[in-house]
């Protein structure tokens, strides 16, 4: 039996996948290639913009030109645009299976029965849909969902009505799973969360993220700890501390800024204002000079004059940042923003794209000769054959290829960048 399987968006729902074919492959089922032939074929969806609607929509569609060849296939349809487009996607064709955000952890077993469970609103779960694998397929670094949904509500966000309220793994069932991955091999892990910084407030018994980092740091095998995005306002001051002494986590900081303007922010409903985000960047710069630092930003949000883009660019200069992941204000519907007045165009919104992102292509350059200059150690999990060697993410967010290095796929290495070579560095390895 095969199963073939796409995923958009996030590392949540890439973690999801994982731990869905692995439930089919642990009974003996072969993934394969989602343009081959297959007996399942699985869409995980996205919602975040209108481009990943569009991807989900085309994966469905091909899923169901396969079917067309072959009608016993099972089509399956999950994540965060199924949970808001339940009925577009029933209109799309024959699909066997619309399962709810919540109940993922249950696709195998609901195939096994062939009992349809009910599609869930996401909003009226409390719980976390327990999902747990020991092995990553064919990755050698480990990452998995320790929390679920987001209690903010953001003018221009559709994926807290997809996702639902926080909610957040018991620490025992995360500990757990980390020894077993760390036995496997497994040197680094990445915490991922639609909101990460939101972990244990639901469960309000003072358990939170800092409290869960100490206890993996404790784990045997575990050399790199690895946050994803957290909100400026969730980078408390226990973190930081911890940050500060820690020397297992990742100098690798993801921080959503979103806008540069006081008033977008508050007109979207974000809780910081711009010196608030100046103040933390300039901050986890003291404690960690050679951090990487990277943010997410949305121009074009409603009101984004050409003067505050200036101001923007302005701002994205000044500060000590490395990378920008930029994208343009997608409408999604039933947001608030959709409705708001000074809608900017999407011409407007592209040219300002292309003029970040070339500011963040300098900023990652500046930031790779800031390493080399300063020979500053890298540490890495090696991954996969490249043609400049053997290639791994380095703990600072640069991809690092070892030409002379005898390690293999798992191993965890250290060395100084001596070279840059395109976006990535090349390592000198030291024992």
């Known amino acids: 039996m095969k199963i073939a399987a796409l995923t958009y968006g996030c590392k949540i729902n890439q973690y999801e ?7 089919f492959v642990q009974n003996n089922w072969q993934q394969v290639k989602f343009n081959q032939e297959a007996d399942v074929y699985l869409i995980n969806t996205c919602t975040v913009t209108n481009r990943t609607d569009y991807k989900s929509r085309n994966a469905i569609r091909k899923a169901l030109s396969h079917k067309l060849k072959r009608p016993d296939s ?3 349809v999950t994540g965060c645009y199924a949970q808001l487009n339940y009925q577009d996607i029933e209109k799309l064709g024959d699909i066997d299976y619309i399962i709810d955000n919540n109940h993922k952890n249950m696709i195998y077993d609901i195939l096994l029965s062939m009992k349809d469970p009910g599609f869930s609103d996401i909003n009226n779960e409390h719980n976390f849909a327990e999902q747990s694998t020991t092995s990553m397929l064919n990755r050698s670094r480990a990452f998995m969902k320790i929390q679920d949904g987001c209690d903010y509500n953001c003018a221009y966000c559709a994926v807290t009505h997809a996702r639902g309220p926080s909610r957040s793994r018991d620490p025992q069932n995360i500990l757990q799973q980390i020894r077993s991955l760390a036995n496997n091999g497994y040197k680094e892990v990445v915490l991922a969360g639609v909101n990460l910084g939101l972990y244990g407030y639901d469960k309000k018994d003072y358990y939170y993220l800092t409290e869960l980092i100490k206890d993996i740091e404790l784990i045997s095998g575990i050399e790199l700890i690895r946050l994803s995005s957290i909100e400026p306002q969730l980078f408390k001051d226990d973190l930081i501390n911890l940050i500060q002494s820690s020397d297992k986590i990742c100098p690798h900081f993801h921080i ?4 540069v ?4 922010l508050r007109n979207m409903g974000r809780k910081y204002s711009q010196d608030e985000f100046k103040k933390l960047i300039i901050k986890l710069n003291k404690i960690s000079p050679y951090a990487a630092i990277g943010i997410d930003i949305i121009v074009g949000l409603p009101g984004e004059t050409d003067e505050i883009f200036l101001e923007t660019m302005d701002f994205l200069k000044e500060l000590p940042l490395t990378y920008f ?3 343009p204000y997608s409408r999604r519907p039933d947001t608030v923003a959709a409705d708001m007045p000074d809608q900017v165009h999407g011409t407007v919104s592209h040219q300002r794209v292309q003029l970040i992102t070339a500011l963040s292509v300098q900023k990652k350059a500046e930031y790779r000769q800031l390493l080399i ?4 150690i890298l540490k890495a999990v090696l991954e996969s054959e490249s043609v400049h060697g053997i290639s ?13 290095c005898s390690g293999e796929a798992g191993d965890l290495v250290q060395g100084i960048p001596v070279s840059s070579i395109g ?3 090349i390592l000198e390895v030291i024992n």
């Not at 200059?373 to 500053?376: A, L, Y």
């Not at 791994?392 to 002379?404: N, T, V, W």
């Open 17 to 23: 996948t994982i731990c869905i074919i692995n439930d």
């Open 74 to 76: 099972v089509i399956i």
């Open 256 to 259: 959503p800024l979103q806008s």
């Open 261 to 264: 303007s006081d008033k977008i």
């Open 325 to 327: 992941h930029v994208f």
């Open 373 to 376: 200059d300063n020979k500053v």
């Open 392 to 404: 791994g993410l380095s703990d600072h967010y640069i991809r690092i290829h070892c030409a002379k």
């Open 423 to 425: 976006e990535d560095l």
